[in-house]
């Protein structure tokens, strides 16, 4: 089954806490303009980090594999 991917995705909701303060720090230093990009910023990392994640499970199941083959 192929997934099909959207193109755009609507998000409404308001951040409260932490993530507003995050934002608005970020927004005061000029490291982003808006929330819209504070949030596809997120986004990314997190997305990268998951990856990043994965990756290195699937290298050590694969590893622990040609070990125990070399057995």
């Given at each position: 089954?192929t997934?099909?991917?959207?193109?755009?995705?609507?998000?409404?909701?308001?951040?409260?806490?932490?993530?507003?303060?995050?934002?608005?720090?970020?927004?005061e230093?000029?490291?982003?303009?808006?929330?819209?990009?504070?949030?596809?910023?997120?986004?990314?990392a997190f997305?990268?980090?998951?990856?990043e994640?994965?990756?290195?499970?699937?290298?050590?199941?694969?590893?622990?594999?040609?070990?125990?083959?070399?057995?």
């Open positions: 089954m997934l099909k991917e959207p193109e755009t995705v609507h998000v409404k909701c308001t951040l409260r806490g932490e993530p507003a303060r995050i934002v608005a720090e970020l927004k230093r000029g490291v982003v303009r808006s929330v819209r990009e504070a949030v596809v910023q997120g986004l990314l997305y990268d980090r998951t990856m994640r994965d990756l290195k499970r699937a290298q050590a199941r694969a590893s622990r594999r040609l070990e125990e083959e070399d057995v």
